[in-house]
C-alpha cells in the first residue's frame, strides 16, 4: 500500500511538472510575440524619424526668399527640430541602447541650439552671421542625425536578438530538464522484474522461497543537449553608410548618382538596385538601375501600379515590403520614397548570397531610400529638362 501511494505521487509530480513546462512555453510565447510587436512599432517610428531628419535636411537646402521671408523659413525650421525631438523621445529603447539614444539626442541639441542663435542673429540684423551658422552647424548636423539613427537602430536590433536568444535558450532549458524528469519517473513506474531461484542439481522436495530482491534501477538516459542559440547576425559597418549618406546628399549630376547606386549596392551586398520613380501615368518607371546589365531599363521596362508585386506594394501601402529567397530567387527588399508626404517612388533591393533579409539591412535599405528621393527626383527632371531643351533647339 505504501509502494502504491509512491507510484501516485510520482505520477501527480511528472503530470504537474508537465503542465509547469506547458505553462512557461505558453509565457515564453507570448514574451516573443510581444518582443516581435515592439520590433515592428519601433521600425515604423524609426521610419518616421529618419522621413523627418531627411525633412529637415531639404528645408535647409531648399530656402527661397522669393517664396517665404527669413522669418517664415525659421519657424518652419524649428516645427521640423521639434518633429524630430517628439519622435525621437517617443522611442522608449532598451537599455542595451541607451548609449546610442544619448548620442542622438546630444546631436540634435546641438543642432537645434545653433537655429537658436541664428534666429537671435537675424534679429540682430546679423544676417551673414545667421547663414554662417545654418551652414557650418545645421547640414553637418543632419548629416550626424542620420548616422546617429543608424547606430541607435542597429543596437536596438541587437538588444531584440539578444533578448530572443535568452527566450529561446530559457524554454529549451526548461523543455530538457522536464523530459529528463519524465525519463527518470519511467524508469521508477516500469514493472520491477522477478529473480529466478537457482536451479539446485540435486532433487529437493520442499523448495526455499525466493528472498526479496532489490530493485535494481538503471541510470537513467541524459537529459537531451539543449540546441545553442543562433548566432548573432553581423552588423553593418556604419563608417560606408555615413560616408554614403552624406554623399548623396551632395550629389548634383545623375552620373553621380548612378556611381552612388553602385556604392550603395556594395553596402547592401545587392545583386541589383532599381529606383522607380512614378510615371506620368498609373505605373512605375525605372530611373535608375544597378546590376541587370547596360539595358537593364529597356529590359526591365515599366511597371504598372495594378500589379501584385513586391514593388507596388511598397507603393501602395507606404511600408517597406520584404520577401525571403529560395532556390530559384533570391531575397528582396522594397521600401518606398516620399517627398514631403507625397510618395514619389519605390527604392526596390535584390540581395546576393542571402535566403533573408536582416534587420540591419531592412534599416539601412529605409534609410537610404529616405536619402536617394530627396536627390533623384530633382536630379532626374533636371536631366530630362535638358534633353527636351537641346532637341527643341535641334542640337
Known sequence: MHRRSLRYALVVLLFAAAAGAAGLAWTVDRQLSALTTREHAAAARFDALVQSIARFDAAQQTFDSARESEAEWFVRVRRLLSRIQSESTALHGSPDSAAAATAFSDITSRVASAVTKAEENFQAGHDLMAADLVQD???????????????????????????????????????????????????????????????????????EPAGDVPLALTPPEAPAPVPPPPPARPHVALDPAAALCTDIARADTAAALEALLERAAGVLEAAGIVIWLKGPVDE?????VHGYGPEGHFRIGNLPLADDTLTTRAWHSGVSQSAAGDLHARAALAAPMFQGAQP?????VELAGRTESSAEIQALTGILAAQFAGAVAPRIESAAAADEALEATGS
Do not use: K, Y
Open 284 to 288: 512605375l518607371v525605372p530611373a535608375l
Open 344 to 348: 514619389t517612388g519605390v527604392f526596390a
Open 137 to 207: 552647424e545645421g547640414r553637418p548636423g543632419a548629416e550626424a542625425m542620420r548616422a546617429a539613427v543608424l547606430e541607435w537602430r542597429a543596437a536596438e536590433a541587437g538588444a531584440a536578438d539578444a533578448a530572443r536568444a535568452a527566450l529561446v535558450h530559457q524554454i529549451w532549458s526548461v523543455l530538457g530538464g522536464t523530459a529528463g524528469l519524465w525519463a527518470i519517473g519511467l524508469l521508477l513506474l516500469a514493472p520491477r522484474a522477478e529473480a529466478t531461484p537457482p536451479v539446485s542439481s540435486t532433487l529437493s522436495l520442499v523448495v
